[in-house]
């Protein structure tokens, strides 16, 4: 056949494009259609079963909805949770869904490619009911949309990818719930309940409706390599809210949102008393936080069930309201203890230190008055600020003051126009070391160059082991 020099050349750049594709996408094509993916990434996991979304026929045209794909997928995959688990590869593409569920021993792999859609159609988001620890949903009385994905009562679950996008979609949420035209509480993109050896790796989130990652009344989670942008006035966007959880490590993540970067919570007055599970057992470390309108890392304010044993290092913060904040409230009971914080470098921050024992935000108006938050044990060490313009409000309970804080070695740099009165201190206990500029007389300094307490022991979370997994199809 002879070929026209053009058309020749055509063919040519065909071939190269397609093989330079083919190459950016790490496929091999075998035989005629049958793809082969090779991927390796590190797993708590890996799985003997592997499948693509395509293969239960997900569409990634962005227009499809993938609901029913993602549903049959994993009912299909769970059958292998006894036989060494499956996973499930997104491919590249861009796969519109509503909500789903996962399943135990499962891993879900979002490719460097491939972008999940959040359906924006409320019938694709089954509902569920509220949080026992919360007695309501959030943004109002009724129950919640159930997460985009979903997961309950599972043991060894994995959600990772190359980096692959979880898209939200959020803007038409954040204008109904602004407009109070939700009786039912958003949703989330990841939401994990009463399980155990959780993964959530290397994938980006984007536009969450609402708070973005959420694993609750879980053990043994691993939080790590995760990007999550949403606009800074975007309402409710916290990046990741570990919840009434045990043994929690939260690594190598970059959150730009318009609330708190990472938000420690355990239930909500009443609701979270009687359900009594604490968040504890916490590492928070390497985290970059954009936040100019809430905190870097917040406890609270829902902490009913009690925070305990958190460690937070090696934290930056940029053009963020605040560092490590503490929100209570009269009727919550609970306590937040023994809060360890290192080498944090903040830069453009309205507060570096904020606690506040008057955040109210009550369930319903059943809250006891008599249950006092027990706020003590706080150790903040080896931080520099720049650009700040209040160093510190402090602002304990009156007949319940904030007890045991204290705060060494930190250097705070002002803006050009700071406040007078830099720490501002009501019903709080402690004392200061090498602190400028110095703190309130509420905290004394004390002369001795004492280091405020950082333990020294490894929380069992710190000792796993990943494994690398490939995917073997
Ligand atoms: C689901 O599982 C069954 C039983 O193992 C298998 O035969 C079938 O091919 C699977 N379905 C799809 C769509 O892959
Ligand atoms: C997902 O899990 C929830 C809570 O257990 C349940 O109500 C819902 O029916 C499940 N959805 C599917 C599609 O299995
Ligand atoms: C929520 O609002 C819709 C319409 O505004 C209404 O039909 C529905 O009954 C309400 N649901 C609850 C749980 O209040
Ligand atoms: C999930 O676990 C909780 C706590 O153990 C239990 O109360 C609940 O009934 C379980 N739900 C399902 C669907 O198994
Ligand atoms: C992941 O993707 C986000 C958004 O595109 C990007 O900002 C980030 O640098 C990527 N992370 C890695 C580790 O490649
Ligand atoms: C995440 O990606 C980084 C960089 O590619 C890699 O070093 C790390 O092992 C990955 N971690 C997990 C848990 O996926
Ligand atoms: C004080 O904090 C800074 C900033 O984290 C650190 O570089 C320095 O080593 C600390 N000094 C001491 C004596 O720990
Ligand atoms: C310092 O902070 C102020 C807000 O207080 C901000 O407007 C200004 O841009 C910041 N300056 C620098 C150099 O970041
Ligand atoms: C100090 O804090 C108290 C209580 O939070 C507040 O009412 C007061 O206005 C603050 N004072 C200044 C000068 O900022």
């Not at 026209?4 to 330079?20: F, T």
């Not at 799985?47 to 997928?73: E, I, P, Q, Y």
């Not at 789903?100 to 792999?109: A, E, G, I, R």
């Amino acid at each position: 056949m002879e070929l026209s020099p053009k058309s020749r050349c055509y063919q040519i750049i065909a071939i190269v494009s397609s093989i330079l594709i083919l190459e950016l996408l790490s496929l091999r094509v075998q035989g005629s259609s049958q793809v082969e993916y090779s991927i390796s990434y590190p797993a708590i996991n890996c799985r003997k079963h592997s499948a693509v979304l395509t293969d239960f026929g997900g569409v990634g045209d962005g227009k499809t909805s993938n609901t029913k794909a993602f549903n049959s997928a994993i009912a299909n995959l769970s059958q292998f949770a006894s036989d060494g688990g499956a996973q499930l590869i997104v491919p590249p593409g861009k796969w519109l869904t509503g909500s789903f569920n996962l399943t135990s021993h499962f891993t879900l792999y979002i490719h460097k490619e491939a972008v999940l859609l959040a359906s924006q159609d409320e019938a694709e988001w089954p509902h569920l009911a509220v949080l026992p620890s919360y007695g309501r949903g959030r943004d109002g009385p009724g129950g919640r949309f159930s997460s985009l994905i979903f997961g309950t009562n599972l043991t060894d679950v994995v959600v990772t990818g190359g980096n692959g996008t979880i898209d939200g979609q959020g803007a038409p949420w954040w204008i109904k719930y602004r407009s109070n035209q939700l009786n039912i509480t958003r949703p989330y993109l990841i939401e994990i309940m009463y399980s155990n050896h959780v993964q959530i790796s290397n994938v980006t989130l984007i536009n969450s409706p609402s708070w973005n990652v959420h694993p609750i009344y879980c053990s043994n989670v691993l939080v790590q390599g995760l990007t999550i942008l949403a606009p800074i006035d975007s309402p409710n966007t916290d990046g990741i809210n570990p919840d009434s959880c045990t043994n929690t490590i939260i690594e190598d993540c970059y959150i730009v949102s318009g609330d708190d970067c990472i938000a420690v919570k355990s239930g909500w007055d009443q609701y979270g008393t009687k359900f009594g599970m604490p968040t504890k057992h916490l590492i928070i470390r390497r985290l970059t936080c954009i936040s100019p309108d809430s905190a870097t890392i917040a406890l609270g304010s829902e902490m009913s069930g009690g925070i305990k044993d958190v460690r937070a290092e090696d934290i930056t913060a940029i053009d963020t309201q605040s560092g490590v904040r503490i929100k209570t409230a009269i009727g919550r009971g609970g306590y937040v203890k023994d809060i360890y914080v290192r080498r944090m470098t903040m830069k453009t921050m309205k507060y570096v230190f904020w606690m506040t024992g008057s955040y109210g935000s009550h369930p319903d108006p059943n809250f006891d008055p008599k249950a006092l938050p027990e706020i003590t044990g706080i150790n903040y060490r080896d931080m520099v600020a720049e650009n700040v313009t209040y160093s510190a409000r402090l602002d304990g309970i009156q007949n319940d003051p904030f007890t045991g804080i204290c705060i060494s070695n930190v250097t705070i740099g002002l803006t050009e126009k700071p406040q007078k009165l830099q720490w501002n201190c009501t019903d709080v206990q402690g004392f200061t070391s090498r602190v400028t500029p110095p703190a309130c007389n509420l905290l004394p300094e004390k002369k001795d160059n004492t280091d405020c307490f950082y333990p020294k022991d490894k929380l069992p979370i710190e000792n796993i082991e990943l494994k690398t997994c490939f995917m073997t199809k």
